[in-house]
């Protein structure tokens, strides 16, 4: 019984050495599970990211138009009678209402 020999042993002797190895085996089967199959993989982890990026956009763009919607109101309260001539084009009698406006874009430049 000594002399037994593995029927399997030739194919075992074709795969390299490495792919012998348990514990290579076992952390490339970690490392698959945990970039592929993993509740939290990098797939998923990536989506994350960018909608995190994209929030925080949004953050910044709505807070910026909140401080312009406050800056409206301010002005509101200040200038009643300005704000309804410039936004609802409202006139005394007799009287011609000419709005100008500038662009801001060049200015920013």
Known sequence: MAN???????????????????????????VAWMVFFDK??????????????KLEEDKVYYSKKIKEAQQERLDLDVNKEKFAREKYYMQKQNEDVFIIVKDEDKEEE
Request: aromatic content about 14%; overall charge positive; glycine content about 0%.
């Open 4 to 30: 037994q020999k593995n029927p399997f042993q030739p194919l075992l002797d074709k795969i390299p050495v490495p792919f012998r190895n348990r514990y290579f085996v076992a952390l490339v089967l970690f």
């Open 40 to 53: 939290h993989d990098m797939l998923t982890q990536w989506r994350l990211q960018n909608s995190v990026e």
